[in-house]
Every structure is written in C-alpha cells, then in structure tokens.
C-alpha cells in the first residue's frame, strides 16, 4: 500500500550466485525490485500493513546470454545414461540439431556422434562436453516461442480490467524444459563399444505460464523492513523415455526384423522394380538380373538373333545344317 512511491529503474551486471534462485525449482532472475516499507501506525488504515516508500529495480544486463548447464548423470536398470557415452539434441521450431562438441576443455564425445546427418546448432547457443551440456538462455526462450520484451497484463484482475501490461522481463515466466532418453533405435545395434548402446537425449522447450517470482525480507524490524522481490525464467526439468540393457533376446529379436525388412526389399526389387524395367526396356537382357525374366518368354540369344538376322539368312544356315547331317 502507498500513494505515488519513487521509482527507480536501472540495467545492472550480475555474476550467477545473484541471477540463479536454486531453492525448489531452478530460476534464472530477469528483474529485481527492492521496496523499503514502513509499518503502518494509524489505526484508521485497516488495509493498510506495510507502506511502500519507494522502489529500486534493476534489470539483469544481456541475461539472454546466460547459460543453463546440465549434467546428465541417470541411472536404469542396468543401464547407465551420462554425457560421456551420449550424443545429445535439441529441437528448435520443430527442426532437430545436435550439440555440438566443444572446441574448448576436454570433450571425448567425438567417436559417439549420431549416425544420421543432422546439423548441428550454433556452438555460440549451445554446447556439449563429456561432463555436462550447456543451452543459452536465448535459445530457450526462442524455442520456447517466448520473448522477455512481450508485454503481459498485471496479475491482478484491477489491472487486467484497466488493460495495463508491463515486459514479462518484469513480470517473470516460466519455461518447461522436457529431456527424452532413448538408445533402442535400429541404429543402436552398431553400438560405440561391444555389449553397450548408443545413448541419445533430445531437449524439447515449451511455456508454462507467466509470473515468476520470489520474494525475501531483509533487514526487518518492528517498523521498517526491505522488501525484495525477483522475477525470472523459472525452469521446470522433466525426464522421460526408455533405456534398454543388452541381452541376446533383444539382439535375436533386432536381427529378425533387420532380416524381415531385408527379404520385403527384394521382394519389392525382384517382383516390381525389375518386372517394370523388364517390360519397358527390353535393351536390358544382357544384365544378369534381368536373364532370368527373359529366359521364361525367350531366351536372350534368340532375341539378339532374330534382330541381327534376317529371312534369308535363317534359311541358309539351316540348308548347311541339314547338309552336314546328311555327310554323317
């Protein structure tokens, strides 16, 4: 409560014990605003408890260019998930990248890149380590189809009626950041090492709503304290997906759908693909794949000869046959 405080508004620099809040969920802090307040003495004011003389907030400079580091470090089964013996992804509007290895420091992952040909995301967003993965706070928010400049209306619902907004800088968000484990695809059969699978982990980012804040007392009094309250980009971590052990069943039951999807391809090669080029280049008896298809209509032989030879010549060849039967 209070008339017309001051306020004052300022861009700071802050190192990361001040931005990150890690009490329950991690947050990275966006805003802080500093109110001192006066107990309210007149007993007429009912309402009124604290009075705020005046604001103090600071803005976190460049807080885009923060990073988020995580370290994956999962237990299954028998089965273990670290960044060591993983390949990871991230997935930005609906494209998939995959994290680069650093440049700088120790990073043994390069014999554990994925087998496909996905590109890799901007080492200056993001990065992986064998120790631990880093992912800007820019890239989060972009991924997450989120801009700290939008304004968002007031929580209050008097301020929503008088359609005032302010940035969600300000305000604060919150921002769901879901990790997929999985090392069962057909590509896992050829794993980096005998008897173990090839890791993969895929970072996906949605919102989760606004207004995200903390709020601490400091230097209290029975008529005087300091109010601080600190928005930010709450991060909400989830897990989910599988990680399959080795075993023998599991590598009979990989060969035997490698082996089925091999016999359907030639069928599909052997009864479509060259029954097609069978009837429509006809040139193409020579090839050894295609004899097989002639010899039940005609013979390639009799085909190159009856195009070489006319009548005439027919019939000349078989008066020399008949003549050298009749000598013997």
Partial sequence: VGGAPRINADCRHFDVHETLEEEGRPMVMTARTRSLQDRCASPAQEKCIWHNQGFDIDLVQNVEGFFLKIRHDVMASKVKASNSYSTGFVVIKGKEYQLPCSSEGSCDKKDLKDSSNVASCNISE????????????????????????????????????????????????????????????????????????????????????????????????????????????????????????????????????????????????????????????????????????????????????????????LTDLVSETDQQRFQE
């Fill in 126 to 313: 993001c990065w992986s380590t064998k120790y631990s993965d880093y992912l800007s706070i820019d890239l989060i928010l972009k991924a997450a189809n989120l801009s700290l400049d939008s304004h968002i209306p007031l929580p209050s619902e008097a301020d929503l009626e008088s359609e005032s907004d302010l940035p969600r800088r300000f305000l604060g968000t919150s921002v769901g950041v879901d990790v997929k484990y999985e090392n069962a695809k057909p590509g896992a059969i050829f794993p980096p090492k005998w008897f173990e699978f090839r890791n993969r982990y895929t970072y996906t980012f949605r919102k989760m709503g606004d207004y995200a804040s903390e709020t601490d007392i400091s230097g209290a009094s029975d008529t005087r304290r300091l109010f601080i309250r600190k928005s930010g980009i709450k991060v909400f971590v989830n897990f989910d997906g599988e990680l399959a052990s080795w075993s023998w069943s599991y590598a009979v039951k990989q060969l035997a759908i490698m082996q089925v999807v091999f016999t359907l391809t030639m069928v599909v090669v052997d009864k479509v693909i060259l029954q097609t080029v069978f009837k429509c280049f006809p040139d193409c008896s020579h090839l050894p794949p295609m004899k097989r298809y002639y010899a039940e209509l005609q013979s390639p032989s009799h085909h190159q000869f009856r195009s070489a030879h006319s009548a005439s010549h």
